[in-house]
């Protein structure tokens, strides 16, 4: 069945019994991963992963595993990440198979409507589908005041609005640095506190500066100096995953963007069409990146960015090497373009 924004709150936090499998898909993957780790805790399960390119060859495995009785008689969640068309066979077979002991969550990119496993998930009464988009507005304040709910932080709106803008409204980010600030406070659930401004900037004095998405627009606007200064001081706080999804959102943004230019559209034009999508202060930097890159440019970051971001994910340890390595490369074919 297909979730809406108001019901998947409730699909996770209090799951049906029924539900044998979930898929999280959508541009916004930390939201999607989020979901999925509020499932886990509300089942009281531990994660059991599984690579889609095992259940690709061997369809029935996803299935036989959600069957199995755990040796410990402790609760499970099958976990697949990256996931994609490539599952939908085992999807299938485990919505078909007679009984199943833990239930599936797949976390997904951007699916097409056409989707097999999107298909199979909204089609069956025993899985549940979702699409993440990043939260912007209103949405992004209520995201972090969720998130800061969870971790026993109670935030006003002002704060929480300039929490989100300054983590680009990633909820990876978001959740991150709202850990440190509940362990600043000493505030879990149990005992929540409020979030004073003064917290933030006791504990957060790099997150008022959106450093995170300020090293991917560094890289795309070629500053190689700026953008290697700032690896160096971020480079024990930094993490792969949450630059990646920075640099992803803004490509996200700027793609079709270029695609209309090259179409023929007016750069004056298609910069008001981007309109509330676009925060002020980002339009000149916006405006200079259209100028720079072309859509084929654009496509091959991307490729490279996806490709990093799923080594990163598969690495037992975090390469942060790589990661600044594939940044200043990037900013190398900017300065190429200028």
Same mark, same amino acid.
Request: proline share 4%.
């Given at each position: 069945?297909?979730?809406?924004?108001?019901? $998947?709150g409730?699909?996770?936090?209090q799951?049906?019994?029924?539900?044998?499998f979930?898929?999280f898909?959508?541009?916004?993957?930390?939201?999607?991963?989020?979901?999925?780790?509020?499932?886990?805790?509300?089942?009281g399960?531990?994660?059991?992963?599984?690579?889609?390119?095992? $259940?690709k060859?061997?369809?029935?495995?996803?299935?036989?595993?959600?069957?199995? $009785?755990?040796?410990?008689g402790?609760?499970?969640?099958?976990?697949?990440?990256p996931?994609?068309?490539e599952?939908?066979?085992?999807?299938?077979a485990?919505?078909?198979?007679?009984?199943?002991?833990?239930?599936?969550?797949?976390?997904?990119?951007?699916?097409?409507?056409?989707?097999?496993?999107?298909?199979?998930?909204?089609?069956?009464?025993e899985?549940?589908?979702?699409?993440?988009?990043?939260?912007?507005?209103?949405?992004?304040?209520?995201?972090?005041i969720?998130?800061?709910?969870?971790?026993?932080l109670?935030?006003?709106?002002?704060?929480?609005?300039?929490?989100?803008?300054?983590?680009?409204?990633?909820?990876?980010?978001?959740s991150?640095?709202l850990?440190?600030?509940?362990?600043?406070?000493?505030?879990?659930?149990q005992?929540?506190?409020e979030?004073?401004?003064?917290?933030?900037e006791?504990?957060?004095?790099e997150?008022?500066?959106?450093?995170?998405?300020r090293l991917?627009?560094?890289?795309?606007a070629?500053?190689m100096?700026?953008?290697?200064?700032?690896?160096?001081?971020?480079?024990?706080?930094?993490e792969?995953?949450?630059?990646?999804?920075?640099?992803?959102?803004?490509?996200?943004?700027?793609?079709?963007?270029?695609?209309? $230019?090259?179409?023929g559209?007016?750069?004056?034009?298609?910069?008001?069409?981007?309109?509330?999508?676009?925060?002020?202060?980002?339009k000149?930097?916006v405006?200079?990146?259209?100028?720079?890159?072309?859509?084929?440019?654009?496509?091959?970051?991307?490729?490279?960015?996806?490709?990093?971001?799923?080594?990163?994910?598969?690495?037992?340890?975090?390469d942060?090497?790589?990661?600044?390595?594939?940044?200043?490369?990037?900013?190398?074919?900017?300065?190429?373009?200028?």
């Amino acid at each position: 069945m297909k979730a809406s924004k108001g019901s $998947i709150g409730r699909a996770v936090d209090q799951p049906g019994a029924q539900i044998r499998f979930y898929l999280f898909h959508g541009p916004d993957e930390a939201q999607s991963r989020a979901l999925g780790d509020r499932l886990l805790q509300a089942l009281g399960a531990t994660r059991f992963v599984i690579n889609a390119g095992a $259940i690709k060859s061997d369809p029935a495995a996803l299935a036989d595993e959600a069957g199995a $009785i755990s040796m410990f008689g402790d609760k499970r969640l099958l976990w697949i990440e990256p996931a994609g068309d490539e599952i939908a066979a085992g999807v299938e077979a485990l919505l078909q198979a007679s009984a199943a002991e833990s239930p599936a969550v797949a976390i997904a990119g951007g699916l097409r409507k056409t989707s097999a496993v999107l298909k199979l998930a909204e089609a069956s009464d025993e899985a549940v589908a979702f699409a993440s988009y990043a939260p912007e507005g209103a949405d992004a304040e209520r995201m972090v005041i969720d998130v800061g709910r969870r971790f026993g932080l109670k935030i006003g709106s002002q704060l929480a609005a300039m929490i989100a803008e300054s983590c680009g409204n990633d909820q990876a980010i978001v959740s991150q640095e709202l850990q440190k600030f509940a362990l600043y406070a000493d505030a879990s659930p149990q005992s929540p506190k409020e979030l004073s401004p003064d917290a933030v900037e006791a504990v957060g004095a790099e997150l008022t500066e959106g450093n995170v998405p300020r090293l991917a627009d560094l890289a795309l606007a070629g500053e190689m100096q700026e953008l290697a200064d700032e690896l160096a001081r971020l480079r024990h706080s930094a993490e792969g995953i949450p630059v990646i999804r920075a640099l992803q959102r803004r490509l996200g943004m700027l793609a079709p963007a270029r695609a209309r $230019i090259e179409r023929g559209d007016r750069p004056d034009a298609v910069m008001a069409s981007l309109g509330k999508s676009l925060f002020w202060k980002d339009k000149a930097l916006v405006e200079k990146l259209l100028r720079l890159w072309d859509a084929k440019g654009l496509a091959t970051v991307a490729e490279r960015a996806g490709r990093l971001e799923r080594d990163l994910m598969l690495s037992p340890v975090p390469d942060e090497e790589a990661l600044g390595q594939e940044l200043l490369s990037i900013a190398r074919a900017a300065r190429g373009r200028r």
